[in-house]
Each structure stands twice: as C-alpha cells, then as structure tokens.
C-alpha cells in the first residue's frame, strides 16, 4: 500500500536528514519506527503527506507517485493520510466537535466548512468517535480546556474522522505520562486494527513500540539500520540504531511483552477515561 | 570570564576587575552627560518665570473654579464628535491593517517585494504624529470630522498592522500543519489554523488602538480636525478658564470610561 523507495531528504540548512530510505508499509500493517532524536523518523513521516518536500526518491501510496502531486492533487491524497502529532496539534481555541470535524476539510466546500455546515454523516461519525474515545460530554468544550491525554484523543478523532487508509503518527505519546501513554497507544492500535488501516508510527519508547506493533524499523543517521519483528529486537540490534548501552532491560521486555501478546491483545483493559484524567 | 581559578579551586564572580572598571566608566560617562545637559537647559530657562510659577498657577486655579457648568451644552456635541473620530478612524484603520498585516508577515506574504511596500506603508503611517496628519490634511480636505477621521485612520494604520504582523509571524504552526494534512485548502488552512489563533490578538490590538484614539482625537480639533480639541483651544484663547476646565473634565471622563471597556473587551478575548 505504502512504497518508499531512495527516499532522501536535505534541509538547505543543516545535514542530510534521511540518506535513501527503502520502506514498505503493507494494508494493515502496523509499522514502528524507532531511532535517536534527529535520527529522520519525523521527516521521514512527513515526507509521506508531504508537509516536509522530498528532495529525492519516491512514495506511492496505492500505486499514486506522491512526489509528483500538484497542489491539488496532493490535497486529494492527504485525505486518506489522517496524521497524529505529538504536541497534538489542536485549534487551542476551537471547540471539540470543531476540531475533529476539521478532519472533514479535504471532502466539504469552502463556504460551507465557514459556517461550520457539515453533512450529518460527518457530523454522527463525529459523534461515535467522540463516544469510541471518551469524550462524548466534551462535545462543546474548548480544545485548550483538556488535559494531555484528553487533546491527543481529539487528535486521535480528528485523524480517524478523514477515514483515512493510512495513519501517520508522529511521537503520540512524548508528552504524556506512562500510564496515559500506554491507554492512548492501545486505543490507536485499537482503532487501527477494527479499521483495518495501515500505520506507520515515530516513536521514542522502544518498549511501547515492541508491545504494539508487528514490525519495528530503526533508523539511525537517516538510513535504515534495522527492520524486523519484536522478537529480532535484541541487544545487538538496539546497539545498532542507538550506539552502546546497557539494553538488557528494553530487550528483555520485548520479549516478555511479545510472548503474552497472544492472550494479552483483548485484555479489556478499557479505564473510565474521563475519571481517569481529569481536566486542567 | 566568570570562572575563575585561584589556589586551584573554582570561583565565581559576576564581573572581573576589568569588566566592574568598564561597567563604572560607562555610568560615569552617563553622569557627566546629564550634568552637563541640565547646565545647557538652565542657561537657557528665564527662571523669573520658574519663580513666578507658583503663583501663576494658583491664578489659573482661581480664575477656573467653579467651572462653568453651563458651557456642558456645547461640549457633549463636541466630545460625540470626537468619540465618533476615534471609532470611525480605528474602524476604516483596521480593514487597511488587515491586508497590510497579511503582507507584511513572512509566514503569509505572497512576495518579498509586496512585504517591503507593505513595511513602508507601515513605516510612512507611524513615523507621522496624528496632529501633522492631521495639519496636512485639513489643508486637502478642509477642517472638520472628515479631516479628523482620516488624519486618525492614517495614523492608526502602521501600529495595528505591526503589532498584527508581529502575531502573525509568531503563530503556533502545528495546528496549521495539522490542518494542511488533512487534505483542506489554502483559504480553509486560513479559515481554521489562523483566524482561530489570531482573532483574540487582532480584537485587542483593535479595542487598545480605539482607547489611544479617544485620547489622540480630543487634541486633533486644535489644528480644525473636528472635535471637542477645538473648544479647548477656544478657551485657553479667550481666557475663559472656567470653560477650559470643564472641557478638561469632559475628556477625563471619557478617557477613562474608554479605557476601562479596552480592558474589559481585551480580557474577554484572551
């Protein structure tokens, strides 16, 4: 579904941020991508919808070049790439329901989106998602009145409202707390998988990335130095994207946390959100 | 160099010696400025007037109390003016600064060269006191409101656009990425990820620049811009103190009933 292949990128500033990065994303794949900061894994991801220009290589995203797009037809594509950022990304002063339903934007008229004038499909899938991620009574609250856990949710919503076929996420859960980022992770992957949808996900917690996805990608200096299963992650391939370390304990959970993966998936393990995380 | 060595042992001291030396120079050098500004201006002051002062001050006082009550009549017609200047000037101003604003920011300019002419208008506008606005263009349009109204515009021009552009160019790009990747258009990008962010700013910069204009507008009838300023200027040129401090406290009053709701419009907006 997702092909990249000799994917460079050069900021006309600083180094070579990726250097020919080969990457398959197949339909209904969950695909980690793990690597120091400032190794590419957010340029790579932006590379895709392109709010970061390629400089060389290509993408195809079933079988449509994306470098080749013009303004146009790259607005056509983005709508099926819904994107989760690690600062969240809302409209601070917009509600919500605004702010999902902005996921809308690619597919409603200029005027219309204006005057906030959805069709009512929109406006229900909206609503169900709201509910599908705890925030149906938050409908009407203003975007910067919720706490961490609560904005990377409408994220979540928003990305999910474009009824994307890809999901791109940058770093979800960077700026929430361990428990919080371990419930968004599982309602990601949740959603996802009910989806089918195909993800390719940056993400800085090796261990979140070991216990959610099927396959883990380590770039380290813009090149891709490892590709396998959580499982392949051991010691030495962690020395291979991070450089020297004691890694005994992240490879020791990954094994730990695939081998229950088994009967571990469905483990209900939904927390009242709302008690969970109370607003600011 | 902050950190020292002495003995072997790390230090730290806020300025060396040469850098304290340096630092007393520079207020002695300040010192000797002032002492010799202040010579200048006291040879040129006819300090029998300085002496007088007191007195004539007291003059003033007693010939402008009990102010004349009755002179109300024609004041509140001239202070309706004047607000009117003030509002009608900094609304015509605003629908000039917007675009000026949009041009005049890097992020949202659509060329370097329509940002220069964007930064000169902004220049041009501000570095010209709304009372020379103001004489100038009473001798194009002819005194009155209109005059007032457009030598207050003009003026209010430059500083709501730079204090615009300014929140423009420090706007938070990630809810616009957020919206580009959503596949929305370049006026929807601009309807959802900038007007959101920059509405609360213009409203203020809008609200404090009307606050500055009641107060810039009751002055702008000295030189025939319309408006209570006009009376004033009347007074004081028939020694009628009375009148002149009821025009006085006219204008306080107003300046601060004006000021009172920019601050409450601008906390409501935040």
Same mark, same amino acid.
């Given at each position: 579904?997702?092909?990249?292949?000799?994917?460079?990128?050069?900021?006309?500033?600083?180094?070579?941020?990726?250097?020919?990065?080969? /990457?398959?994303?197949?339909?209904?794949? #969950?695909?980690? /991508?793990?690597? !120091?900061?400032?190794?590419?894994?957010?340029?790579?991801?932006?590379?895709?919808?392109?709010?970061?220009?390629?400089?060389?290589?290509?993408?195809? +995203?079933?079988? !449509?070049?994306? !470098?080749? *797009?013009?303004?146009?037809?790259?607005?056509?594509?983005?709508?099926?790439?819904?994107?989760?950022?690690?600062?969240?990304?809302?409209?601070?002063? /917009?509600?919500?329901?605004?702010?999902? +339903?902005?996921?809308? /934007?690619?597919?409603?008229?200029?005027?219309?989106?204006?005057?906030?004038?959805?069709?009512?499909?929109?406006?229900?899938?909206?609503?169900?998602? @709201?509910?599908?991620?705890? #925030?149906?009574?938050?409908?009407?609250?203003?975007?910067?009145?919720?706490?961490?856990?609560?904005?990377?949710?409408?994220?979540?919503?928003?990305?999910?409202?474009?009824?994307?076929?890809? @999901?791109?996420?940058?770093?979800?859960?960077?700026?929430?707390?361990?428990?919080?980022?371990?419930?968004?992770?599982? #309602?990601?992957?949740? *959603?996802?998988?009910?989806?089918? +949808?195909?993800? #390719?996900?940056?993400?800085?917690?090796?261990?979140?990335?070991?216990?959610?996805?099927?396959?883990?990608?380590?770039?380290?200096?813009?090149?891709?130095?490892?590709?396998?299963?959580?499982?392949?992650?051991?010691?030495?391939?962690? !020395?291979?994207?991070?450089?020297?370390?004691?890694?005994?304990?992240?490879?020791?959970?990954?094994?730990?946390?695939?081998?229950?993966?088994?009967?571990?998936?469905?483990?209900?393990?939904?927390?009242?959100?709302?008690?969970?995380?109370?607003?600011? | 160099?902050?950190?020292?060595?002495?003995?072997? $042992?790390?230090?730290?001291?806020?300025?060396?010696?040469?850098?304290?030396?340096? %630092?007393?120079?520079?207020?002695?050098?300040?010192?000797? $400025?002032?002492?010799?500004?202040?010579?200048?201006?006291?040879?040129?002051?006819?300090?029998?007037?300085?002496?007088?002062?007191?007195?004539?001050?007291?003059?003033? =006082?007693?010939?402008?109390?009990?102010?004349?009550?009755?002179?109300?009549?024609?004041?509140?017609?001239?202070?309706?003016?004047?607000? %009117?200047?003030?509002?009608?000037?900094?609304?015509?101003?605003?629908?000039?600064?917007?675009?000026?604003?949009?041009?005049?920011?890097?992020?949202?300019?659509?060329?370097?060269?329509?940002?220069?002419?964007?930064?000169?208008?902004?220049?041009?506008?501000?570095? =010209?006191?709304?009372?020379?606005?103001?004489?100038?263009?009473?001798?194009?349009?002819?005194?009155?409101?209109?005059?007032?109204?457009?030598?207050?515009?003009?003026?209010?021009?430059?500083?709501?656009?730079?204090?615009?552009?300014?929140?423009?160019?420090?706007?938070?790009?990630?809810?616009?990425?957020?919206?580009?990747?959503?596949?929305?258009?370049?006026?929807?990008?601009?309807?959802?990820?900038?007007?959101?962010?920059?509405?609360?700013?213009?409203?203020? $910069?809008?609200?404090?620049?009307?606050?500055?204009?009641?107060?810039?507008?009751?002055?702008?009838?000295?030189?025939?811009?319309?408006?209570?300023?006009?009376?004033?200027?009347?007074?004081?040129?028939?020694?009628?103190?009375?009148?002149?401090?009821?025009?006085?406290?006219?204008?306080?009053?107003?300046?601060?009933?004006?000021?009172?709701?920019?601050?409450?419009?601008?906390?409501?907006?935040?």
């Amino acid at each position: 579904m997702l092909e990249i292949s000799g994917l460079v990128k050069r900021y006309p500033s600083g180094p070579q941020a990726l250097r020919g990065v080969d /990457l398959t994303v197949k339909t209904g794949e #969950l695909v980690a /991508l793990i690597g !120091t900061s400032g190794a590419g894994k957010s340029t790579l991801v932006r590379c895709i919808n392109r709010l970061v220009e390629p400089t060389e290589g290509k993408i195809r +995203l079933d079988g !449509t070049e994306l !470098t080749a *797009l013009d303004h146009r037809e790259l607005r056509h594509a983005r709508r099926n790439m819904g994107m989760i950022f690690q600062e969240y990304a809302l409209v601070d002063r /917009l509600s919500v329901m605004e702010n999902v +339903l902005s996921g809308r /934007l690619g597919y409603v008229g200029v005027w219309k989106s204006a005057m906030r004038r959805f069709p009512p499909e929109d406006v229900r899938r909206a609503l169900e998602l @709201l509910e599908r991620v705890g #925030l149906r009574e938050y409908v009407d609250t203003r975007a910067d009145q919720l706490s961490g856990g609560q904005r990377q949710r409408v994220g979540i919503a928003r990305a999910l409202e474009q009824q994307p076929a890809l @999901l791109l996420v940058d770093e979800p859960t960077s700026s929430l707390d361990p428990k919080t980022a371990r419930q968004i992770m599982r #309602l990601i992957v949740e *959603l996802v998988k009910e989806r089918g +949808l195909s993800m #390719l996900i940056n993400i800085h917690d090796v261990n979140l990335a070991t216990m959610f996805t099927e396959r883990i990608v380590g770039l380290q200096d813009g090149k891709i130095v490892f590709e396998g299963t959580p499982e392949e992650l051991n010691e030495e391939a962690l !020395t291979k994207i991070y450089g020297e370390e004691d890694w005994h304990a992240e490879s020791r959970s990954a094994q730990a946390e695939t081998a229950d993966n088994g009967n571990g998936e469905k483990s209900d393990e939904h927390v009242p959100l709302n008690t969970a995380e109370p607003g600011r | 160099m902050p950190v020292v060595q002495k003995d072997g $042992v790390s230090n730290w001291i806020r300025r060396d010696p040469k850098d304290s030396m340096r %630092n007393y120079l520079k207020w002695l050098g300040g010192a000797i $400025v002032v002492l010799i500004a202040a010579r200048y201006i006291g040879a040129q002051t006819i300090w029998g007037f300085v002496l007088d002062a007191p007195a004539q001050a007291a003059d003033f =006082v007693s010939r402008s109390v009990p102010p004349d009550i009755t002179y109300f009549r024609r004041v509140l017609p001239a202070l309706w003016d004047t607000v %009117n200047i003030a509002v009608f000037g900094t609304a015509g101003a605003v629908v000039v600064a917007i675009p000026t604003a949009l041009l005049a920011a890097r992020n949202t300019t659509p060329h370097s060269s329509l940002r220069a002419l964007a930064l000169t208008i902004i220049v041009v506008s501000r570095s =010209v006191n709304s009372l020379i606005w103001a004489l100038l263009i009473v001798q194009v349009v002819g005194p009155g409101l209109f005059a007032g109204v457009l030598a207050i515009g003009i003026r209010s021009v430059g500083m709501i656009s730079k204090l615009m552009y300014e929140s423009i160019e420090e706007i938070n790009r990630e809810p616009i990425e957020a919206i580009s990747a959503t596949g929305a258009g370049r006026t929807q990008v601009f309807l959802y990820g900038y007007v959101p962010q920059l509405l609360p700013v213009f409203v203020g $910069v809008t609200v404090y620049r009307w606050e500055v204009n009641i107060r810039e507008s009751t002055i702008i009838g000295i030189v025939g811009g319309g408006g209570v300023g006009f009376l004033l200027n009347s007074a004081i040129n028939r020694l009628a103190w009375d009148q002149a401090l009821v025009v006085l406290i006219a204008i306080l009053a107003t300046v601060v009933l004006a000021e009172s709701i920019s601050a409450k419009v601008r906390a409501a907006v935040t």
